[in-house]
């Protein structure tokens, strides 16, 4: 089983300290990295994929430095950033024999196996400048797999996929995510609550809290409650007990309210989502 270690990592840009002492260990399976935008999420993995070095503190793989891996380190990940660029006159084959080669890596049969794995076997001898998003993004995956690596990186995966692609891309996620760590960073709860075992909670570059889908969401039980209103004043009284999420229906509000505070007489307390959690964590921060 492998590794991820992360001690204490710090990353300043000038004064603004993007990562702020972020320490979590990451062994075989799915964990999303979950956040607003502006919490640190890409600047943590460009640390993990060594793009950018910290300012502080260190990263283990499997309890070596990855600073004194060199080329052994970037053999062993593999790493789909949110904007993967392709050369737009490649055809997908060409653009994985591409990858293939810098990888060092010789079987052909592994390009067309993973080019049918992720449905673009017809569209191999296509140029990558006629896919569709969907389409590239399934070529990215199977780019970042070439190397079977042991640790998975995906950073904003699914931003601006139709409902069916990001669909198709949990399925996808799902069935390579054994034997391997797989770290899915993103602000798109839905995709955390279906695929991840493990959540990592990060605001202002910290390690707000981690756990498993069901185990945040238990940390919620008794804060979330339904009120309905019938005014705008209504609401707004509601907002000041906590966060509030609210839907106009029929001439009435129905209001999803999270607080630690004491709750009003129609107050109906429910079960806590994950976007609940969420909100609770970083409805007030600024992205």
């Given at each position: 089983?492998?590794?991820?270690?992360?001690?204490?990592?710090?990353?300043?840009?000038?004064?603004?300290?993007?990562?702020?002492?972020?320490?979590?260990?990451?062994?075989?399976?799915?964990?999303?990295?979950?956040?607003?935008?502006?919490?640190?999420?890409?600047?943590?993995?460009?640390?993990?994929?060594?793009?950018?070095?910290?300012s502080d503190g260190q990263v283990y793989f499997d309890d070596e430095n990855i600073?004194?891996?060199?080329?052994?380190?970037?053999?062993?990940?593999?790493?789909?950033?949110?904007?993967?660029?392709?050369?737009?006159?490649?055809?997908?084959y060409q653009m994985m024999k591409y990858m293939a080669a810098l990888k060092n890596?010789?079987?052909?049969?592994?390009?067309?196996?993973?080019?049918?794995?992720?449905?673009?076997?017809?569209?191999?001898?296509?140029?990558?400048?006629?896919?569709?998003?969907?389409?590239?993004?399934?070529?990215?995956?199977?780019?970042?797999?070439?190397?079977?690596?042991?640790?998975?990186?995906?950073?904003?995966?699914?931003?601006?996929?139709?409902?069916?692609?990001?669909?198709?891309?949990?399925?996808?996620?799902?069935?390579?995510?054994?034997?391997?760590?797989?770290?899915?960073?993103?602000?798109?709860?839905?995709?955390?609550?279906?695929?991840?075992?493990?959540?990592?909670?990060?605001?202002?570059?910290?390690?707000?809290?981690?756990?498993?889908?069901?185990?945040?969401?238990?940390?919620?039980?008794?804060?979330?409650?339904?009120?309905?209103?019938?005014?705008?004043?209504?609401?707004?009284?509601?907002?000041?007990?906590?966060?509030?999420?609210?839907?106009?229906?029929?001439?009435?509000?129905?209001?999803?309210?999270?607080?630690?505070?004491?709750?009003?007489?129609?107050?109906?307390?429910?079960?806590?989502?994950?976007?609940?959690?969420?909100?609770?964590?970083?409805?007030?921060?600024?992205?």
């Amino acid at each position: 089983m492998s590794q991820l270690r992360i001690e204490n990592v710090t990353k300043f840009y000038g004064k603004h300290k993007a990562l702020d002492s972020f320490t979590a260990t990451f062994e075989n399976g799915i964990h999303g990295i979950l956040g607003p935008n502006g919490a640190g999420k890409t600047t943590l993995i460009n640390v993990i994929t060594k793009l950018l070095g910290a300012s502080d503190g260190q990263v283990y793989f499997d309890d070596e430095n990855i600073l004194s891996m060199g080329r052994k380190y970037l053999s062993k990940i593999g790493y789909m950033p949110q904007y993967p660029q392709f050369y737009p006159n490649f055809t997908a084959y060409q653009m994985m024999k591409y990858m293939a080669a810098l990888k060092n890596i010789k079987d052909d049969n592994r390009i067309k196996e993973l080019l049918s794995f992720v449905n673009l076997s017809n569209d191999a001898d296509k140029k990558v400048g006629a896919y569709s998003g969907g389409m590239r993004q399934r070529l990215a995956v199977a780019c970042a797999m070439i190397n079977d690596p042991a640790l998975l990186i995906f950073d904003e995966p699914t931003a601006g996929l139709d409902p069916k692609e990001r669909m198709r891309f949990r399925s996808t996620v799902s069935e390579i995510a054994e034997n391997r760590i797989v770290l899915i960073s993103t602000h798109i709860i839905s995709d955390i609550e279906y695929m991840a075992d493990d959540v990592v909670l990060l605001g202002d570059g910290r390690l707000m809290e981690r756990g498993t889908p069901t185990e945040l969401c238990e940390k919620l039980k008794g804060k979330v409650y339904n009120v309905s209103a019938k005014t705008e004043k209504e609401v707004d009284e509601a907002s000041k007990l906590g966060v509030i999420s609210s839907i106009s229906h029929e001439n009435e509000y129905n209001i999803r309210l999270i607080s630690d505070n004491k709750m009003p007489e129609n107050a109906v307390p429910t079960s806590p989502m994950l976007d609940d959690v969420f909100l609770y964590y970083f409805a007030d921060r600024k992205e």
